[in-house]
């Protein structure tokens, strides 16, 4: 079983949707959580970083940590074509331990 | 620079041969990462230099991979006698070392023929 495991879909939407993305993982000891965004041909970019449970909002963006459940979700409001891209979780037990990669979620939002 | 600076942004060469493959990561960050991305694929950890202290090689995955890191910036990664299964984007990544997210580079895609 890998540490972090993330759906790989692709994931269709309508514009203008509400999009959950997810990922669980097993080491209780991770504390700091982020999500990157990967467009095609180029490199992953930060997107969201959060430490331990809880939520934290930027924009149409909203990421949330349930650390009892191992769990964490990337939401994105009023989605748009251009937030078509792969997100890629990653997280870490320590802010300088090297990060431990989900396989990335594709998204693809329809116009 | 500004940014995570990777060259050449693509590379195709002869099954055999030998390529480098460039990083030039953000001014002061002291840790270096290198990986791997095969299409539609995930991140595949290859190796992790962080300030002077001996890198992590634990991710090469044959010894026809190696890295260096001069004066504690400007990475190269060097794939010998290059093989099909070596095609694919590879991605270099900085970051500061207390910690944080990572900066990517664009990658170098490479495709072996």
């Known amino acids: 079983q890998k540490e972090v495991e993330q759906d790989p879909g692709p994931l269709s939407v309508p514009e203008g949707a509400i999009v959950s993305l997810n990922c669980t993982y097993s080491n209780s000891a991770f504390q700091y959580f982020m999500w990157y965004r990967q467009y095609s041909r180029k490199g992953p970019e930060l997107l969201m970083y959060?430490?331990s449970s809880g939520n934290k909002e930027d924009g149409r963006f909203t990421a949330q940590v349930d650390k009892s459940s191992k769990y964490i979700s990337l939401f994105i409001r009023d989605s748009q074509p251009s937030d078509s891209a792969t997100y890629l979780c990653a997280m870490s037990a320590r802010s300088n331990y090297q990060l431990i990669w989900g396989a990335g979620t594709k998204l693809i939002i329809k116009p | 620079g500004a940014g995570v600076s990777q060259s050449p942004s693509n590379k195709v060469t002869e099954k055999g041969k030998d390529v480098e493959l460039r990083c030039d990561p953000i001014?002061?960050?002291?840790?270096l990462y290198w990986y791997r991305q095969s299409l539609g694929q995930g991140l595949e950890f290859l190796i992790y230099?962080?300030?002077?202290?001996?890198?992590?090689k634990s991710g090469l995955p044959s010894d026809r991979f190696s890295a260096e890191r001069t004066g504690g910036s400007v990475s190269t990664l060097t794939i010998q006698r290059t093989q099909q299964e070596d095609s694919a984007v590879y991605l270099c990544a900085s970051r500061t070392g207390t910690g944080g997210g990572y900066t990517f580079g664009s990658g170098t895609r490479l495709t072996v023929v």
């Open positions: 959060t430490y």
């Open positions: 230099f962080q300030g002077n202290s001996a890198p992590d």
């Open positions: 001014s002061g960050h002291t840790a």
